[in-house]
């Protein structure tokens, strides 16, 4: 009769471990998810802040039409991989964006009537306060995707993460080393 009891005793203990490690896997990984929302919200608020940035812009600088062609492309393959690529595929997306908006306010810079558009002032500083919020939402996500991953690589936890079909999540990161540098965009008031 003691030894049921004992063995009734591990079998619950063992199935409060085991429930206890799911549940810590799933609002992980519900986190993970979460922060991957808030960089697309930030991520879409810059592609609609772009369209009337390039217009704006245009207005000013109409014989740049290959540096407008080249942010309308970045945007559209950025936003393409937001649908339905990795978080490796969307960062170096928003990476070539990223590149391709440098050239555009090294356009408007050529421009001294355009820095006086209040309409252009209040479109920079609108952009500006979202790549701020894309690099906060980065920071966010990529610290819920070491959290999970580190869970999911330790003992217990990585006894039943691969059997409950629980898998490690990517960084949103960049690759090339040379978007890594911080961008010195100046402009002239």
Do not use: C
């Not at 005793?9 to 799933?26: E, F, K, Q, S, W």
């Not at 519900?30 to 390039?54: C, G, T």
């Not at 942010?71 to 991989?81: G, H, K, Q």
């Amino acid at each position: 009769m003691e030894g049921l009891i004992v063995l009734v005793a591990i079998v619950v203990l063992i199935l409060v471990i085991v429930a206890g490690t799911y549940n810590r896997l799933v609002t992980l990984r519900q986190r993970v998810k979460e922060a991957w929302s808030d960089i697309d919200v930030q991520l879409k608020r810059r592609h609609d802040l772009i369209p009337n940035l390039i217009e704006t812009v245009k207005g000013y600088a109409a014989h740049e039409r290959g540096t407008f062609e080249a942010v309308t492309n970045a945007r559209a393959a950025a936003v393409s991989a937001g649908a339905t690529g990795t978080p490796e595929q969307r960062a170096q997306a928003e990476n070539v964006l990223t590149g391709t908006l440098r050239s555009l306010f090294a356009v408007a810079e050529n421009y001294p009537q355009l820095q006086a558009v209040q309409n252009f002032k209040q479109m920079q500083e609108d952009l500006r306060d979202t790549e701020d919020k894309i690099q906060f939402a980065r920071r966010f996500y990529n610290g819920n995707v070491r959290d999970y991953n580190t869970a999911l690589m330790t003992f217990p936890t990585n006894l039943f993460a691969s059997l409950f079909g629980f898998t490690p999540e990517q960084y949103f990161e960049v690759d090339d080393a040379a978007e890594r540098a911080v961008p010195q965009v100046k402009f002239t008031t």
